[in-house]
């Protein structure tokens, strides 16, 4: 059963409060200091502590910029108070992030989610998204809250996540552009295709922050799946609503998977080279798995039987793909159960650095763990050593740190 996070936004979302909640969920606050010191950014300090909301307890997470001493955080609720600590387009920020020595995962979906915010700001504003500067979002506080809630997510280490509809709050918001109705214009760019609502609050309840943190980390919008609750966190907003101005995160382990889909095609009159880069394709596409058998066909003619697993949401997609790229004239779909032991990726240091090593659990008991064969590859390319000693010293390695690891 994959281990899965559930953001229920009841009150909104911005960036802060995601951090919040995931470091009330266990996220270390220590590792997260330590790679935060890796973006060479100063002039901030982190406040960080337990306090309650409406007698809930949950994780307050600010930003607290040292030039301004006495200075709150912006509102967690609106980006747009106050006057903006500093100005940067979307090149200035790309480089900071990129010239860090943030992990390559945190570097990529930080930098993806201010590619969302300044595509949705450039589409408000027309302009290019080379253009937009960032004023609030571009300040140091913000640049924070996106990657530090991209540490902590990596820190947890969650195979799946999941959001609830995003409540929107209504009314004016003010920012560096002036008033501004709520949700502010970028808010509704970023979530377009996400199910959203407003109940009367008259606040700004979800940033363009926010938005883009969960747009960018939410597989699906909707009610709670079935899951076992394993932990709930919250992380606090800084303004008092009508309602706790909390938002909840729900840590568990699905207990249902949605049904999988097995597509199939028999192909015997197509150059077998373009395999190499249909089946990559399908991977892109959304396939879960996709292999190829060999076949004897009708008038003894060698062939080859392509098979997909996927998703539902994926069948359409991919079937577009068969069309398009291979000879077949027809597909085969039909419903599998498919069952997997629970994975967990482990980041283990060996004589060569630190290898992610993919481990599998049944009933709680850890069965298998295996290094990928890339990540091997690229260190036996890089020391000129030859692969077969680079996997044999690295799966001593594993096994040492396993037995220390208890």
């Given at each position: 059963?994959?281990?899965?996070?559930?953001?229920?936004?009841?009150?909104?979302?911005?960036?802060?409060?995601?951090?919040?909640?995931?470091?009330?969920?266990?996220?270390?606050?220590?590792?997260?200091?330590?790679?935060?010191?890796?973006?060479?950014?100063?002039?901030?300090?982190?406040?960080?502590?337990?306090?309650?909301?409406?007698?809930?307890?949950?994780?307050?997470?600010?930003?607290?910029?040292?030039?301004?001493?006495?200075?709150?955080?912006?509102?967690?609720?609106s980006h747009g108070s106050g006057p903006s600590h500093s100005h940067r387009g979307l090149k200035e920020i790309s480089a900071l992030i990129g010239d860090s020595l943030l992990s390559p995962q945190v570097k990529s979906r930080s930098l993806d989610i201010f590619s969302r915010i300044a595509q949705a700001e450039a589409r408000v504003h027309g302009i290019s998204p080379e253009e937009v500067h960032f004023h609030e979002v571009g300040a140091v506080d913000s640049i924070i809250d996106v990657v530090a809630a991209m540490i902590c997510i990596e820190d947890i280490n969650i195979q799946e996540i999941y959001s609830s509809p995003l409540h929107l709050g209504e009314g004016l918001v003010s920012c560096a552009h002036g008033l501004l109705p709520v949700p502010a214009p970028a808010v509704l760019e970023i979530l377009q295709g996400v199910p959203v609502y407003t109940n009367g609050l008259r606040s700004e309840l979800t940033t363009p922050t926010g938005a883009a943190i969960i747009s960018h980390l939410a597989k699906e919008f909707g009610p709670l799946p079935e899951i076992q609750v394993e932990a709930t966190a919250y992380g606090l907003g800084d303004k008092n609503l009508e309602i706790p101005n909390l938002l909840r995160v729900i840590k568990g382990r699905l207990t249902r998977r949605s049904p999988m889909w097995m597509m199939e095609c028999n192909i015997d009159d197509m150059n077998t080279q373009f395999y190499s880069y249909i089946l990559p394709l399908l991977m892109e596409q959304g396939a879960v798995d996709v292999y190829l058998s060999p076949l004897?066909?009708?008038?003894?003619?060698?062939?080859?039987?392509?098979?997909?697993?996927?998703?539902?949401?994926?069948?359409?997609?991919?079937?577009?793909?068969?069309?398009?790229?291979?000879?077949?004239?027809?597909?085969?779909?039909?419903?599998?159960?498919?069952?997997?032991?629970?994975?967990?990726?482990?980041?283990?240091?060996?004589?060569?650095?630190?290898?992610?090593?993919?481990?599998?659990?049944?009933?709680?008991?850890?069965?298998?763990?295996?290094?990928?064969?890339?990540?091997?590859?690229?260190?036996?390319?890089?020391?000129?050593?030859?692969?077969?000693?680079?996997?044999?010293?690295?799966?001593?390695?594993?096994?040492?740190?396993?037995?220390?690891?208890?």
């Open positions: 059963m994959n281990k899965i996070l559930y953001f229920d936004c009841f009150a909104g979302i911005s960036g802060d409060m995601v951090v919040g909640a995931l470091l009330d969920l266990g996220a270390k606050k220590a590792k997260l200091c330590q790679h935060l010191s890796g973006l060479k950014l100063s002039g901030y300090r982190l406040h960080i502590e337990k306090q309650q909301k409406m007698s809930i307890w949950g994780t307050d997470f600010r930003v607290v910029l040292e030039d301004e001493p006495h200075s709150h955080h912006h509102n967690s609720h004897i066909m009708k008038k003894n003619r060698p062939g080859h039987c392509l098979s997909i697993l996927c998703d539902e949401q994926s069948l359409d997609r991919l079937e577009a793909v068969l069309w398009q790229e291979t000879s077949t004239l027809g597909v085969r779909r039909f419903r599998v159960e498919r069952r997997i032991l629970e994975r967990e990726l482990l980041q283990v240091p060996t004589r060569w650095g630190i290898v992610p090593v993919k481990a599998a659990y049944y009933q709680g008991q850890r069965l298998k763990c295996a290094p990928e064969y890339e990540d091997l590859a690229r260190i036996a390319r890089e020391q000129q050593l030859p692969l077969p000693q680079i996997y044999k010293e690295v799966q001593l390695d594993i096994a040492h740190w396993l037995a220390e690891q208890g």
